[in-house]
């Protein structure tokens, strides 16, 4: 920061920066670091290098890789292509489709098919298939075949080929029990003979497996190179099938092995993309770069791997020397900047003790900032942020003193609220205190009808609220208005300025209002009714006031249940007693005139009736006799 100038704004000081020439001065043996600098981002630059070119060089390779299968799987299908359009094998394979497996005509023609096969199953002296079959396409049933153990056996992986004449496919199969009872295979398949329907009758099957599949895998491993007798392996180039197995050729190997289970990396990465590049750590525990390339139709990938230590082998050579190198500089660095900082930072010790002080909160400490350098800047800097600090806290302070005190007054509410027994008595006093500790404008409570359909005000405050609540106010539950909503849709629900031509919303309002908020009181997704309060402010409801209110009204929510459980109760034991006293009044022998007498009086001691009427009459029709008992 070598003569750094600072402009001061009003009511600031300047500073110039002398402390860069300072260092400059004493770190000058220094200057070999960029040496060693440079020689460690060439190292680093070169390691890039052969990472890209070695990336770049493995995606050709798969792509080359793909190139191999491609043209492979491709000649295969050409020749079963044209083994398809033979007409002896059209011919004999009709023959075999209709005649019975044990008549001559059918023998004659399985030969003569047969034949075919074995023909197709070879190009000039290279043999293309490990099996050539003719199968029955409704059930799997495999009639002529160049492999014994197939004839008679049924297969249902050919249920999901294609089943149109022109349609050729090739599919990878694993753990068939008949086409590949230990690993992969490769099956082609192409209808030989069609119904008038267009559905295949006979299909013609070629299948790859075991050391065909093996020599395959062979031709796609690009890094293996032959040196003599030897074989050098330097990676390796395997097959990933959804969802996960892995197909390799072990080394000296001739057919490929399939492991189930595996977790590789590329499974993950060819879901979001069908071609690219990783690094990851192998299940042999070496360090590797690969390149994949995903063939969706067959839910297939190839991967091809090379050890990063390969990859680097040469420039890992450097690393002693370049280890020795950083570490003498690093000596050579902390040797110099130590007595740098005795010599000329000692004035950071000053800006230290004030960061300690800070964090421990003591708020008035300073550090001299009579210098005009960069640490003078600096010393002026903290102590202004000092003061700015010291400002925040006080009010983050007050604005913890204000929640703890609303917090302390919605305790206090909830408290005077679940003290009080009687359900008027309990709506009365929490409105009361809700507009009293939260300074609002009017508060009122609404339960809900036993019906369901209204919700009906059963406390407010203020004479407004008597008289509403005198005439029996009530709401529409699901209506436009705010309480109709809440009780409709069991959610709380805030208005922060209603404007006074708002006809939907100020139908619950009163005069004046500019904020509501309503919160819903349930129980277990039972709406009971709703509490509303209303402000002459607009925007006066906070998130700590939502919070608070909401807390409240689940109280009150719960204490309005009890209050109702406890009139049930309460009726409930009166009915009882007064079952008990007229079972005990009626015990013993007595006559009927006397029953009935006791009886009257007991049902007038307990229900507090003035008058009691009895009345009765016989099997046999005759006139019923009333007894009556009065308060007289």
């Known amino acids: 920061m070598e003569g750094l100038v600072i402009h001061p704004q009003e009511g600031e000081r300047e500073f110039r920066g002398r402390l860069g020439r300072r260092f400059a001065l004493i770190l000058l043996p220094l200057t070999i670091i960029p040496l060693i600098a440079m020689g460690i981002g060439a190292y680093l630059r070169s390691r890039t290098l052969l990472e890209t070119q070695a990336t770049s060089q493995m995606v050709s390779a798969v792509q080359s890789q793909l190139s191999v299968l491609e043209d492979w799987t491709a000649e295969r299908e050409q020749r079963l292509q044209l083994g398809a359009q033979r007409a002896p094998l059209q011919e004999s394979g009709q023959i075999i489709f209709d005649a019975s497996p044990a008549s001559a005509r059918f023998n004659t023609a399985a030969e003569q098919a047969l034949s075919e096969l074995t023909d197709l199953r070879t190009r000039q002296g290279q043999l293309l298939f490990s099996s050539l079959s003719l199968v029955r396409y409704d ?5 002529v075949s160049t492999d014994p153990g197939f004839i008679g056996q049924s297969t249902s992986v050919l249920a999901r ?12 199969v694993f753990g068939d029990e008949l086409l590949s009872p230990d690993g992969l295979a490769l099956v082609h398949s192409i209808p030989l003979l069609t119904a008038a329907d267009g559905q ?7 299948l790859n497996s075991g050391t065909r599949l093996g020599v395959l895998l062979e031709q796609m ?3 293996w190179e032959q040196r ?4 050098v392996e330097r990676g390796r180039t395997f097959v990933l099938l959804a969802p996960d197995i892995v197909i390799q050729l072990d080394r000296y190997a001739t057919a490929p092995e399939a492991m ?4 590789n990396p590329i499974f993950g990465l060819a879901a979001s993309s069908p071609s690219g590049t990783a690094e990851y750590t192998n299940a042999a525990g070496d360090l590797v770069l690969a390149a994949y390339e995903w063939i969706s139709r067959w839910d297939m990938g190839i991967v091809a791997e090379l050890p ?9 050579s450097l690393a002693p020397f370049s280890f020795a190198l950083v570490a003498a500089s690093s000596i050579l660095t902390v040797a110099v900047v130590a007595f740098a900082a005795n010599r000329l930072l000692r004035p950071l010790g000053n800006l230290t003790e004030l960061a300690q002080r800070l964090s421990h909160g003591d708020w008035s400490f300073r550090v001299p900032d009579n210098r005009d350098d960069e640490l003078g800047a600096l010393a002026f800097s903290l102590n202004s942020m000092a003061g700015d600090l010291s400002d925040m806290y006080r009010s983050l302070e007050e604005r913890v003193e204000e929640r703890t005190k609303q917090v302390r007054t919605a305790a206090e509410v909830a408290r005077a609220v679940i003290s009080t027994a009687s359900l008027d008595d309990l709506m009365q006093r929490a409105v009361e205190l809700i507009r009293q500790q939260f300074e609002y404008d009017f508060v009122s409570i609404f339960l809900l009808e036993d019906e ?3 919700a009906v005000m059963r406390e407010a405050t203020g004479e407004t609220g008597s008289a509403l609540k005198a005439e029996g106010y009530l709401v529409p539950v699901g209506s436009a208005s705010v309480i109709g909503w809440v009780t409709g849709n069991n959610q709380p629900r805030l208005v922060s300025d209603i404007q006074p031509d708002d006809t939907q919303l100020r139908r619950d309002l009163m005069k004046g209002t500019r904020s509501e908020f309503a919160i819903p009181l349930q129980t277990s997704g039972r709406v009971l009714g709703a509490l509303d309060v209303q402000s002459m402010r607009s925007d006066a409801f906070r998130q700590q006031d939502v919070e608070a209110l909401q807390t409240l009204a689940d109280q009150l929510s719960a204490a309005i249940l009890n209050a109702r459980l406890a009139q049930v109760s309460a009726v409930a034991a009166e009915r009882a007693r007064l079952v008990s006293e007229v079972t005990t009044e009626l015990s013993g022998p007595l006559e009927i005139d006397e029953v009935l007498e006791r009886a009257a009086r007991a049902i007038q001691r307990g229900l507090g009736s003035p008058e009691v009427m009895i009345k009765f009459n016989t099997d046999e029709g005759l006139p019923y006799t009333p007894l009556t008992e009065s308060e007289n």
């Open 452 to 454: 369901g359909d209204f």
């Open 161 to 172: 080929f294609p089943n149109t004449f022109n349609t050729l496919i090739t599919e990878p």
């Open 228 to 231: 003599g007798v030897y074989r």
């Open 260 to 263: 189930t289970g595996e977790i």
């Open 200 to 206: 295949p009758e006979l299909l013609l099957v070629g």
């Open 139 to 143: 059930n799997g049933r495999v009639l």
């Open 308 to 316: 990063q230590a390969d990859i680097f082998a040469e420039i890992n």
């Open 221 to 223: 491993q690009i890094f």
